[in-house]
């Protein structure tokens, strides 16, 4: 059983949803990134996705882009985010996913990406770009490994390959919020909450829900549904401000917002021992 596996058959057992932020890597720098991990974790935070800076992101709005470009600029390595991981995750007690493209997957080597992102620590891999008609040798890998791949579902994906999707993904299934790329937005799609209700009816892998989710008045609207959900550009934009500003209030500042998140998405204020 996967670490992801073992931290939803908990939640579930407790009525519980998870919070995932997502921060990408190296921005705007690996010592940071540490901290912002530390942070979220000691917040409560039941998972982080933890974006890899790629030149060509897939379905990334300009608020990511611009850290993965920061990112890059820096030269940052892959061998420098899991080496960074490795000292940080036997401390973390939280599960750290990458949204990693499978261009960069493929070049590492399948084996060898997901061999290295276990013993740094991380417990699957979200591969925005590997349709799941090609998805065979690295869910093989995955399952042998123990290593969850998470897929994505659209609100366009056609609901017999919604379920084709589901079958092939470990750990949870990432329900893509909205059409389009990510990014903050005001207004949810009203449909969104009965698409999720019938995927639930199709699989029992836990279904997170992700893109456009900035508000802790969107996790209230999702938490009914969702098994968890995940917030991205929210995160990101006040992470870049740590450049300008001092990094420690940028980190009480990120940690205030996911507490806030954390409130909305269960009321009762039960919190996860989650502190590295």
Same mark, same amino acid.
């Given at each position: 059983?996967?670490?992801?596996?073992?931290?939803?058959?908990?939640?579930?057992?407790?009525?519980?949803?998870?919070?995932?932020?997502?921060?990408?890597?190296?921005?705007?720098?690996? $010592?940071?990134?540490?901290?912002?991990?530390?942070?979220?974790?000691?917040?409560? +935070?039941?998972?982080?996705?933890? !974006?890899?800076?790629?030149? &060509?992101?897939?379905?990334?709005?300009?608020?990511?882009?611009?850290?993965?470009?920061?990112?890059?600029?820096?030269?940052?390595?892959?061998?420098?985010?899991?080496?960074?991981?490795?000292?940080?995750?036997?401390?973390?007690?939280?599960?750290? /996913?990458?949204? #990693?493209?499978?261009?960069?997957?493929?070049?590492?080597?399948?084996?060898?990406? /997901?061999?290295?992102? *276990?013993?740094?620590?991380?417990?699957?891999?979200?591969?925005?770009?590997?349709?799941?008609?090609?998805?065979?040798? =690295?869910?093989?890998? +995955?399952?042998?490994? &123990?290593?969850?791949?998470? *897929? =994505?579902?659209?609100?366009?994906?056609?609901?017999?390959?919604?379920?084709?999707?589901?079958? $092939?993904?470990?750990?949870? =299934?990432?329900? /893509?919020?909205?059409? !389009?790329?990510?990014?903050?937005?005001?207004?949810?799609?009203?449909?969104? =909450?009965?698409? #999720?209700?019938?995927?639930?009816?199709?699989?029992?892998?836990?279904? +997170?829900?992700?893109?456009?989710?900035?508000?802790?008045?969107?996790?209230?609207?999702?938490?009914? #549904?969702?098994?968890?959900?995940?917030?991205?550009?929210?995160?990101?934009?006040?992470?870049?401000?740590?450049?300008?500003?001092?990094?420690?209030?940028?980190?009480?500042? /990120?940690? &205030?917002?996911? $507490?806030?998140?954390?409130?909305?998405?269960?009321?009762?204020?039960?919190?996860?021992?989650?502190?590295?």
């Amino acid at each position: 059983m996967s670490a992801i596996d073992r931290l939803f058959q908990e939640l579930r057992s407790q009525g519980r949803k998870a919070l995932m932020p997502f921060i990408t890597a190296g921005d705007p720098d690996l $010592a940071f990134t540490a901290d912002v991990l530390r942070e979220l974790a000691g917040r409560g +935070c039941q998972m982080c996705e933890l !974006g890899i800076p790629y030149s &060509d992101p897939i379905a990334d709005g300009p608020i990511i882009q611009a850290s993965y470009t920061r990112a890059l600029g820096k030269h940052l390595k892959l061998a420098s985010i899991f080496e960074t991981l490795g000292r940080l995750a036997p401390r973390l007690r939280m599960p750290v /996913v990458s949204m #990693v493209s499978y261009a960069i997957v493929y070049r590492h080597g399948p084996e060898a990406y /997901v061999r290295e992102a *276990q013993a740094a620590g991380l417990a699957g891999a979200i591969v925005p770009d590997l349709p799941v008609d090609e998805s065979d040798e =690295l869910a093989g890998i +995955c399952r042998r490994e &123990d290593f969850s791949l998470i *897929q =994505l579902v659209t609100p366009t994906t056609p609901r017999e390959r919604a379920v084709q999707i589901a079958r $092939a993904s470990s750990g949870f =299934l990432y329900y /893509v919020s909205v059409t !389009g790329i990510t990014g903050e937005r005001r207004e949810l799609p009203p449909e969104l =909450l009965d698409n #999720v209700a019938w995927l639930k009816t199709q699989t029992d892998l836990p279904i +997170c829900i992700g893109f456009g989710i900035s508000q802790p008045e969107h996790v209230r609207l999702l938490a009914p #549904v969702a098994d968890g959900v995940i917030v991205g550009s929210a995160f990101v934009r006040r992470l870049a401000e740590a450049d300008t500003r001092p990094r420690q209030t940028v980190l009480q500042e /990120v940690g &205030d917002f996911a $507490a806030e998140l954390l409130a909305a998405l269960d009321p009762s204020g039960r919190k996860t021992d989650s502190k590295s």
